[in-house]
Every structure is written in structure tokens, then in C-alpha cells.
């Protein structure tokens, strides 16, 4: 009788985080399993393609978007599933930010598939800690909603204790800073522009200052805002 075929073991999926501006931010381990998966799984390719061209990466990449991620999960699930071992990134930064990494992360543990999570740069951690506001206790929004549930959103923001932070446009930053300075009014908050690029730039101040530097400014660039939480009120004695 002729040996019997090894069952593959199921490949891993690695959650890999990339540089949010300066390629040099990526870490010796991340590049080790770039090049060592059989296949990137990226939220833009062409982005993905500029750090792996300057690592001399050739590791074969794959779009792995809001649109396509429900089609494209049973494939990257079928070829883990088939002892292929699979990274996913996103844009920039951590994946799972602000990107769709949650729905593949959830199928794969559903089909039992392992995942491991490098991690590395995030906007969101970079700005809170050059923000000079507090960050022991803090909550992430991501990107407001542009129309609907907007104005309640903001609402809920303002009672918030803890620090804020929020992701936006160059297109939108100022209507953003002049809803929320009209709601929760002068309180502190920290603008972090192009972190780690070369016009990185963080202006801090109170949210209607913002408004006005931001107006002045016409600025560009990827955008994280910071914001002081809501005053304690104090308990009256009867």
C-alpha cells in the first residue's frame, strides 16, 4: 500500500503593520514575513507596492478593500485553509484601523484559522502622545460621519471624560473643528498632520484656535485630531 498523504496544516494569517509616512518605521520582522508569506493581502496595492519596491519585496500582492471584501475573503480563507501562510495590511499604519481588516480577522477565527498580530506604527498612538494631552484613558472615532448621525455623534462626544481622538480630511477639517468648537466650545485639542513625513506638523491650541489655523493654513495631508474630554463637574454639597 502507498503511503498516505499528509494532511496540510492550516497557514496563518499575519496582521501586519506598516509605515504610516517614513518607510524606515517598519520593523526587521515585519520584512522577514513579507517575504516570507506566499501571498499579501493589501487594502491599496500600490501603496503596499512602494514599501515592498524598497525592500526588494517580491512577494505577490493581492486588494483587500471595503468593496471586495466579502468576495474576496472565501478565496484568502481557502488558500489558509490550504497551508498557505497569508499577511494582510492596510494603507498605512496598523491594520484595523478605519479599514476593513475586522470582517477577514472574524471569518478566519470562525474557520479556525490562526492569527497573529504584528505590531508597529498608528497614527492614532503617534498623535496621542505628541498631543500633550492625557492618554491614559482615551477612545478612537475614526473618521466622523459625513452627513447622517453626524450632529448626534458630536453630541455624544462632548459629555466623553476621556481623551478624543478622531481622523479627518484636509477637505473637511474645518467644518469638523468649527461643528465641534459651536458643541463643546474652547476646549484643548491637538491638530497632527503627516506624522513622520517630511511636513510632519502638529499644532495645538483650543478647538476654536484650530479652526482658525486650520482655515489659514489650507492643509493638507492625512489627519489625526486630538481632544481634551469633558470637564469633571464637581458633586454640590446639599
Known amino acids: ?6 494532511v496540510e496544516e492550516t497557514g496563518t494569517l499575519y496582521i501586519i503593520s506598516t509605515p504610516i509616512g517614513n518607510l524606515k518605521d517598519v520593523t526587521h520582522r515585519s520584512l522577514e514575513l513579507l517575504r516570507d508569506v506566499d501571498l499579501i493581502a493589501a487594502e491599496d496595492t500600490r501603496r503596499t507596492g512602494i514599501l515592498l519596491k524598497h525592500y526588494d519585496i517580491k512577494t505577490p500582492l493581492s486588494s483587500f478593500n471595503t468593496y471586495n471584501q466579502v468576495k474576496k475573503s472565501d ?9 498557505h501562510d497569508l499577511a494582510l495590511v492596510s494603507d498605512a499604519g496598523t491594520p484595523g484601523v478605519s479599514d476593513p481588516l475586522y470582517y477577514l480577522v472574524k471569518v478566519a477565527l470562525d474557520e479556525r484559522v490562526p492569527v497573529v498580530s504584528l505590531p508597529g506604527p498608528s497614527a492614532v498612538l503617534g498623535a496621542l502622545t505628541v498631543s500633550g494631552l492625557p492618554v491614559n484613558r482615551f477612545v478612537f472615532e475614526g473618521f466622523l460621519p459625513r452627513k447622517k448621525g453626524r450632529k448626534k455623534i458630536i453630541a ?4 466623553e471624560k476621556r481623551t478624543i481622538v478622531l481622523f479627518e480630511s484636509p477637505h473637511r477639517i474645518v467644518k469638523t473643528l468649527n461643528e465641534l468648537y459651536q458643541v463643546m466650545g474652547e476646549r484643548k485639542a491637538a ?11 502638529v499644532i495645538r491650541g483650543t478647538l476654536g484656535e484650530l479652526a482658525i489655523k ?4 489650507k492643509l493638507k495631508g492625512e489627519i489625526t485630531l486630538v481632544i481634551s474630554g469633558a470637564p469633571k463637574t ?5
Open 1 to 6: 500500500m502507498g503511503k498516505a498523504k499528509e
Open 75 to 83: 478565496r484568502l480563507i481557502a488558500r489558509l485553509k490550504g497551508g
Open 156 to 159: 455624544e462626544l462632548a459629555q
Open 191 to 201: 491638530l497632527a498632520r503627516e506624522l513622520t513625513k517630511i511636513h510632519e506638523e
Open 214 to 217: 486650520a482655515e489659514e493654513k
Open 234 to 238: 464637581r458633586n454640590r454639597e446639599n
